[in-house]
T-cell receptor, first 113, second 114 residues
Framework: DGGITQSPKYLFRKEGQNVTLSCEQNLNHDAMYWYRQDPGQGLRLIYY???????QKGDIAEGYSVSREKKESFPLTVTSAQKNPTAFYLC????????????FGPGTRLTVT | QQQVKQSPQSLIVQKGGISIINCAYENTAFDYFPWYQQFPGKGPALLIAIRPDVSEKKEGRFTISFNKSAKQFSLHIMDSQPGDSATYFC?????????????FGTGTRLTIIP
């Protein structure tokens, strides 16, 4: 099956700890994205990467970090500097084409207490 | 700065009725307007999309209407069914090759009642 996998589905951490969310795709897509979803605020872009070893900040990058060492993997680290990390995190990927369709993973719900 | 404004925030429609969700954008460089559908606990999935060279696009019961001069676009769901109950997001993008960032609206939670 081709698609995007995010693990784990639920993640719990204590305040002050860094945590890394996994995102893997086997669609051979060039671009990958991380979004944060909060109730009433839609999807906000955290980071995106168009090619391996390159990534750009989105609208709310503060307190987050990413890496893109392999085409199929784009892990997101939520650092202790992120003031309000509890949220639903979505990873997506897309292929450079006319449709610009982004394919989303099932998401990881992170709870920090 | 919110570049895509979506309304209403929530919508209740009777089965068989028409559901209408509206979006407005500010950036005149946007030239790709998709709608995504999201069920609880899942990631969004592309429902239908339109380019500004047409005023309407229909796929089954789903229609996008686009008004370029007003910078508005809307999703119409005809003969709404309980299975359509989900959160819908409009989005917009500039179609720059290699820079396909989407700007999303805040979402509309649609509930179809029997």
């Amino acid at each position: 099956d081709g698609g995007i996998t995010q693990s784990p589905k639920y993640l719990f951490r204590k305040e002050g700890q860094n945590v890394t969310l996994s995102c893997e795709q086997n669609l051979n897509h060039d671009a990958m994205y991380w979004y944060r979803q909060d109730p009433g605020q839609g999807l906000r872009l955290i980071y995106y990467s168009q090619i391996v070893n390159d990534f750009q900040k989105g609208d709310i990058a503060e307190g987050y970090s990413v890496s893109r060492e392999k085409k199929e993997s784009f892990p997101l680290t939520v650092t202790s500097a992120q003031k309000n990390p509890t949220a639903f995190y979505l990873c997506a990927s897309s292929i450079h084409s006319e449709t610009y369709e982004q394919y989303f993973g099932p998401g990881t719900r992170l709870t920090v207490t | 700065q919110q570049q895509v404004k979506q309304s209403p925030q929530s919508l209740i429609v009777q089965k068989g009725g028409i559901s209408i969700i509206n979006c407005a954008y500010e950036n005149t460089a946007f030239d790709y307007f998709p709608w995504y559908q999201q069920f609880p606990g899942k990631g969004p999935a592309l429902l239908i999309a339109i380019r500004p060279d047409v005023s309407e696009k229909k796929e089954g019961r789903f229609t996008i209407s686009f008004n370029k001069s007003a910078k508005q676009f809307s999703l119409h769901i005809m003969d709404s069914q309980p299975g359509d109950s989900a959160t819908y997001f409009c989005a917009a993008s500039e179609m720059n090759f290699g820079n396909e960032k989407l700007t999303f609206g805040t979402g509309t939670r649609l509930t179809i009642i029997p």
